[in-house]
């Protein structure tokens, strides 16, 4: 958000509303439909639209329902507000996938901390990925960070893991489990994730089915089922976890986790 170098008067603030008021009404048919649809006096919005005066919150708050837009409208031109494509994209994300009706997150279910997960390569058909989360919780928002590890060499002829790639993602809880919606961040591919509590018993565990937002290409999947464990050892296990953690033939992946990836078909 763009930053002023000084305070700004009311005679500003009420000024910059009025033009971000008239940009807006520009797109409307008429300004007297427009008053009846908000529930607005006409003669009082002129004055909102010449910069003489400043509506009272509730009414800001339906001009603002009606075109869409945030209480920035006060301080920055409509131009900029607009062209914040990313935030208004978060805004509507936020409103479908946690409306404030939704249910809040049972910690107690997915406790903070390490966690390891497998499950079939997206794009290595035959292989399985292992990996390490970090989930923690933020302002009461339950969410992981992590990275992949893709094998490219350091160097040509070497065999050595090299790339690294970041990604995070949030968790959304539901009466039967929880969903994870991850990114990349710079690459904008998306998974969507939904784990089970549980698997054959064991509560240590959580069964799940994952998807990557891609394209199908040959010799290649979207779907995998994937399984997570909640990691409890020490420091030196910790280690020898994350020495094994990218891709492989599944050697070190227990028979009741292999039992579970190996139920959904290799490409979809």
Known sequence: MPRTSSPQSPADVRAIFGRNLRALCSGESSISDLCRRIGINRTQFNRYLSGEAFPRPDILQRICTHFEVDARILLEPIEAIRAD????????????????QARPFDHYLMPDGIYRFWRKSFSHPGKYV?????????????????????????RRGTKRFARKVPYSGVFMQHFDGVSLLCSTGS?????????????????????????????????????????????SGDCADLIRLARQIGIGDGDQVPEAARKALDRLPEEF
């Open 130 to 154: 292992t990996g390490l989360w970090q989930v923690y919780t933020f302002d009461s928002v339950k969410m992981l960070k992590s990275f992949d590890i893709y094998p490219q060499p350091v």
């Open 85 to 100: 494509w990313r935030l208004r994209a978060a805004l509507r994300l936020r409103d479908i996938a946690m409306p404030p």
């Open 187 to 231: 690459e904008n591919v998306l998974s969507f994730t939904f784990f089970e509590y549980g698997l054959n018993g064991s509560t240590r565990y959580y069964n799940g089915v994952s998807m990557l937002t891609r394209r199908q290409m040959q010799g290649t999947a979207r779907l995998s089922n994937i399984v997570l464990e909640r990691f």
